[in-house]
């Protein structure tokens, strides 16, 4: 297995513009996580996802952004408009319910 | 709301050296508990997953302990090695299939 693929690895982009960030559960997992990472605030959940289904995304921290899963192996997490404080790693992640989480390598996102 | 303390928040130690790291939560309704590792720049990866009904779990040289009553795990590494540094982090589960990570515990390990 390939595990949780995520891309791209590393995004620059300047402030205003959209950015799209993608993952690839492992097959057959049936609960998808994404996570940002900061030095001030650690990993912190944003939205996840249980059989393609939104669950909590309390984590969201405003309207710029949005998840989506059309279907079990493929999904989205979009900022519109990017900006500055946005910059982070964005981590994607998958697990059976309640077994191991699988983490991907990351999107280091940069806005300029 | 869960909160998961980890301490110290750095360590370094010289190679060869037995270590403990702790890991404390607030909310003992846990469904497991999982301690990763995060190499600078790189993704998470799992090293030990404790059920909430176990005490313990071994893997190679890592060790991890589990008291749910008082809110706390330990990781212990035996004989460590400078490839053992590494951030540690350690994260709870809840029924609701949420993890709630540390703040981590960066380990430098001295040759």
């Known amino acids: 297995d390939a595990g949780v693929i995520q891309s791209p690895r590393h995004e620059v982009t300047e402030m205003g513009q959209e950015v799209t960030l993608r993952c690839k559960p492992i097959?057959?997992?049936?609960?998808l996580f994404w996570y940002r990472q900061t030095m001030m605030r650690g990993l912190e959940l944003l939205i996840y996802f249980n059989n393609n289904v939104p669950i909590d995304d309390s984590g969201m921290p405003e309207d710029r952004f949005s998840a989506k899963m059309p279907n079990a192996s493929f999904s989205t997490l979009k900022i519109q408009p990017s900006e500055p404080r946005d910059s982070a790693v964005y981590f994607c992640?998958?697990?059976?319910?309640?077994?191991?989480?699988?983490f991907g390598s990351g999107t280091r996102l940069t806005v300029v | 709301k869960q909160e998961v303390t980890q301490i110290p928040a750095a360590l370094s130690v010289p190679e060869g050296e037995n270590l403990v790291l702790n890991c404390s939560f607030t909310d003992s309704a846990i469904y497991n508990l999982q301690w990763f590792r995060q190499d600078p720049g790189k993704g998470l990866t799992s090293l030990l997953l404790i059920q909430s009904s176990q005490r313990e779990q071994t893997s190679g040289r890592l060790n991890a302990s589990l008291d749910k009553s008082s809110g706390r795990s330990t990781l212990y590494i035996a004989a460590s090695q400078p490839g053992d540094s590494a951030t540690y982090l350690c994260a709870v589960r809840d029924a609701g299939n949420m993890l709630t990570f540390g703040g981590g515990t960066r380990l430098m390990v001295k040759p």
């Open positions: 097959s057959g997992h049936n609960s």
């Open positions: 992640a998958s697990s059976l319910w309640t077994g191991d989480y699988t």
